[in-house]
């Protein structure tokens, strides 16, 4: 899923900065004053993270969902020229493995028979057809949005879109490195992770600035975690070649709701 962050597009220039917030003056695309307001220490702090994030250009991530008996593992490096993407996914006993790669124009997978099913919505006799061998979607398909959910850089900044209300957290450690948290509500539209609406909790690393961390501040149901490393390391995609056209295949995928 390929999301703009919708909160980079303002230029914001702090003129004050109190206890309750920043005063701030908004300009236009143009650089033109429209309005001025305050607005809370906390949102400043994610919205510079994101900004840093930004201009970074790539980072490692791993995402990780957890509902029931199912667990997947997601482990991406996102750039500007698109994302490798590691998908390990777990139902009861049962693991499957499966990789994809992210263009702007294709998506490839590849994994095995039960990646293909439960992940993928294959049906049972094509997951183990076409289990091993890389597969195309092109971005005007459905699939392409689900493979790229969490294998683009846009989509991973997405998650750094909050809303009000916003709350500046005790700074502290995380996995050894000082950070400070905020936070917030996730933004419409909805992330490739949490749901639009819930409150999330994002850690920023003190000394560089950028975001180490997004999860929901409650538990519940399902749980999900999105880890950040590796800022600006070089992403080298390479597309797979020799991959079957998925417009030849894309009718015999089930729906979710479909028996397989």
């Known amino acids: 899923m390929r999301i703009r962050v919708p909160l980079l597009t303002l230029a914001i220039v702090a003129s004050s900065v109190t206890a309750a917030g920043a005063t701030v003056r908004i300009n236009d695309s143009k650089g033109k004053p ?8 906390a949102a400043l702090t994610v919205r510079a993270a994101a900004q840093a994030a930004l201009s970074a250009g790539s980072v490692h991530a791993v995402w990780t969902s957890t509902y029931g008996n199912h667990t997947y593992t997601n482990t991406v490096d996102a750039g500007a020229s698109g994302g490798i993407v590691s998908i390990s ?29 439960n992940t993928f919505n294959f049906s049972t006799p094509n997951s183990k057809k076409y289990a091993g061998k890389w597969i195309a979607f092109s971005s005007q398909q459905d699939l ?14 997405a998650n750094l879109n909050l809303k009000a209300p916003f709350v500046s957290l005790k700074s502290s450690i995380l996995n050894g490195v000082a950070v400070t948290g905020v936070q917030g509500t996730a933004a419409s539209p909805t992330t490739s ?6 409150v999330v ?19 519940g149901s399902y749980k999900w975690n999105l880890q950040f490393s590796k800022w600006g390391d070089p992403v080298n995609v390479v597309p797979p070649s020799g991959a079957i056209s998925g417009s030849t295949i894309s009718h015999l995928i089930v729906r979710p709701s479909s028996s397989s």
């Open 193 to 198: 992770t949490g749901p639009s609406g819930q």
């Open 201 to 219: 909790l994002v850690y920023i690393a003190t000394a560089t600035g950028l975001p180490v961390r997004v999860c929901p501040k409650a538990g």
């Open 144 to 157: 392409y949005e689900s493979i790229s959910a969490t294998g683009t850089f846009s989509s991973l900044l």
């Open 34 to 41: 429209t309005t001025t307001t305050t607005v809370p220490v």
């Open 89 to 117: 996914s777990t139902v009861g006993k049962l693991h499957g493995q499966a990789m994809a790669i992210v263009t702007p124009a294709l998506a490839y997978i590849q994994g095995d028979a039960f990646s293909l099913k």
